[in-house]
């Protein structure tokens, strides 16, 4: 008898589970997703500019394809199916259903106009249609993106991309048009802790100086290390951590080129 598996999620985790489970003998493998469309967030969250990473979903076309898999979009667990409905017909129930929601800031003035949480934008300019009739105001000269991870990385990247570099992607049509439009001239990005700290990883950042229409500026005082973060660096911080201080470094060294 086949072992029947219910998988929740159609995002990377979701997709491996069922790779997973197909190469075993005797699985059958449904994977349920509430919206109509698979991949999670590499279609919704990875940036547009970013292609390659995209084609990651060839291996998860790959799996669709096996005969013992079955997809089921537009169906939402708690709103379209109960668990205990799947727990009747399955085996056994896969959760993979990733984080939904944005981190709040707790901050006053966190709702106020103007103020955005990443996930919105994010699905926004990807054409998540839960998100396609947001609206951001980009006629405001300076943006500042709060954190200093990949995510605001790719924010900061999309608000000053060149039209031309945003017109070959795949970003959705509203947000082409939009970003086009923009007025934006300044990102800031603002991190709590130093850049030995930071969580964006290397090549994002050395992305940042290839940019067509923007300079990445870094203020030299920002890059000097306290005593405690120079110690931390050296003892355990890791080559990551160096190679993103020695490059921050490094571009607040460099001219602006007047892009
Ligand atoms: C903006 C952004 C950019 C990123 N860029 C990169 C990158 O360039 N490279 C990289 O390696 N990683 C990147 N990541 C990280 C990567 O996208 C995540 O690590 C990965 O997608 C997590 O996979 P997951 O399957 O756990 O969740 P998700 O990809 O979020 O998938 C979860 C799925 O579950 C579905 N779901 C949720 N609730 C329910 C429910 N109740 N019923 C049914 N289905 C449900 C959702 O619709 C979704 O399809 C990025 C993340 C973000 C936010
Ligand atoms: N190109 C890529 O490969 C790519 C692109 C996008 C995303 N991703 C991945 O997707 C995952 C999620 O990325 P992410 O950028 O959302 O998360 P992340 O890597 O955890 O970074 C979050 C950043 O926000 C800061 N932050 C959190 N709460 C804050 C607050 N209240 N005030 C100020 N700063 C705050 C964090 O600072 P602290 O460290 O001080 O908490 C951190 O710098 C990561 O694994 C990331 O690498 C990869």
New binding site residues.
């Given amino acids: 008898m086949a072992v029947r598996v219910a998988v929740v999620g159609s995002g990377p985790a979701g997709f491996f589970t069922s790779e997973e489970l197909l190469k075993q003998e005797g699985f059958e493998v449904d994977l349920y997703d509430a919206l109509p469309t698979p991949f999670g967030l590499v279609r919704a969250?990875?940036?547009p500019d970013?292609p390659k990473?995209k084609t990651v979903t060839r291996r998860y076309e790959k799996t669709a394809q096996a005969p013992r898999f079955r997809f089921f979009g537009g169906v939402e667990l708690g709103a379209d199916v109960k668990r205990n409905e799947l727990l009747e017909r399955y085996h056994a129930v896969v959760y993979a259903v990733g984080t939904r929601d944005d981190?709040r800031?707790g901050i006053a003035g966190e709702d106020r106009r103007g103020s955005h949480a990443?996930t919105e934008f994010v699905a926004w300019y990807n054409g998540h249609p839960e998100h396609a009739d947001s609206e951001f105001d980009l006629s405001a000269r300076t943006a500042v993106v709060?954190?200093?991870?990949?995510?605001?990385l790719?924010v900061a990247r999309m608000l000053v991309l060149d039209p031309s570099e945003v017109a070959v992607t795949d970003t959705a049509d509203h947000a082409v048009d939009a970003l086009a439009r923009a007025r934006v001239e300044r990102v800031i990005v603002l991190?709590?802790?130093g850049p030995a700290?930071?969580?964006f990883?290397t090549p994002?950042l050395l992305e940042l100086a290839e940019l067509r229409a923007a300079d990445v500026v870094v203020d030299p005082g920002e890059v000097e290390l306290d005593g405690h973060s120079a110690e931390w660096l050296e003892r355990e911080g890791g080559a990551m951590a160096r190679k993103k201080v020695e490059i921050l470094q490094d571009y607040a060294a460099r001219t602006p080129a007047g892009k």
């Fill in positions: 969250g990875v940036a970013h990473i981190n800031l990443a709060v954190g200093n991870g990949n995510v605001a790719d991190g709590r802790r700290q930071s969580a990883t994002e």
